[in-house]
């Protein structure tokens, strides 16, 4: 059965962060395991949205992102089943922070500055299907 698994964290900053090396590094990791999913980093959060099977998250859940160094105060969201995948085509997706991308988060959150830990789950999935669509929209309008 397929199911999400949901987190947001807060960045470390007694440790550097080589975001490029967490997302190759996730996405080696996953595609041999049959998990897909999405990475956002905004400079002070991590949001990230997992999809595989339960006892596989769980242990991805266990031994790399708790122990990780990167970050602190993890908020887990949620472990469910899901339908599909939102992220079918990517082992890790990066979904980067720019002005447009912020502008779209913010929308998501009624207060004044977007906070991930005043999220729900289903608020973080919204959130990060919104985006990759957004990124792909503008993929194909650079395109034409």
């Known amino acids: 059965m397929l199911n999400r698994l949901v987190y947001v964290s807060e960045i470390r900053r007694e440790h550097p962060v080589d975001i490029q090396e967490i997302v190759s590094s996730a996405a080696q990791f996953n595609l041999t395991r049959n998990v897909t999913g999405a ?7 991590f949001i990230q949205l997992l999809e595989g099977a339960a006892s596989i998250l769980s242990h991805i859940f266990d031994t790399r992102i708790i122990p990780a160094t990167s970050h602190q105060n993890i908020k ?14 990517w082992s890790m997706a990066y979904l980067s922070e720019n002005g447009h991308e912020r502008d779209i ?9 977007f906070n991930p830990r005043n999220c729900t789950a289903d608020d973080i999935v919204n959130l990060l299907c919104f985006l990759e669509e957004s990124r792909q929209r503008n993929a194909k309008e650079a395109i034409l």
Do not use: I, N, T
Request: charged letters at 40%; aromatic letters at 14%.
């Open 39 to 45: 990475l956002r980093f905004d400079g002070d959060h």
């Open 76 to 89: 887990f969201l949620a472990l469910k089943p899901c339908k599909e995948r939102v992220f079918k085509d």
């Open 105 to 113: 988060a913010q929308k998501f959150m009624a207060e004044e500055g």
